[in-house]
């Protein structure tokens, strides 16, 4: 994968899970903002998602559609991916779409909106700096 690296310690999987999430019938997706230069990945199948066999075919699906997804996803998020029991049955074309359509349209949405605030935090604080001084 080329913008992206794995995570592989338990408390960044902790720190997505306190993140924002989108979701589906077979997929989970936990994002926060990292500040790096680059995304970080982590996929979780647990027991319910089936044996050995299923939740490695889960995982074996939701890497290839990420890394089908990676050129549109935005820069600097940790990413972790939880497998539903569906997953195993869905194809990566079905992933793939929920990746691009969903994940993608969210994470760029919650981007503008952080922006947003930061932006209309600092204008109304010289706005506020202004009246006072006019006062």
């Given at each position: 994968?080329?913008?992206t690296d794995t995570i592989k310690e338990n408390k960044l999987f902790s720190l997505c899970y306190k993140g924002k999430y989108v979701s589906c019938r077979f997929l989970?997706?936990?994002?926060?903002r990292n500040r790096l230069p680059y995304n970080r990945m982590g996929i979780t199948a647990?027991?319910?998602?089936?044996?050995?066999?299923?939740?490695n075919r889960a995982k074996r699906i939701i890497r290839a559609a990420y890394r089908l997804c990676e050129k549109d996803m935005p820069i600097g998020y940790d990413m972790v991916f939880v497998a539903r029991s569906d997953t195993p049955?869905?194809?990566t074309c079905d992933v793939e779409w929920f990746m691009k359509k969903r994940v993608v349209t969210e994470i760029n949405n919650f981007a503008m909106l952080r922006e947003k605030e930061n932006g209309k935090s600092g204008s109304e604080s010289k706005n506020a700096v202004k009246a006072k001084k006019k006062v």
């Open positions: 994968m080329l913008f989970t997706c936990y994002y926060r647990g027991k319910k998602v089936g044996g050995a066999v299923e939740r049955m869905k194809k």
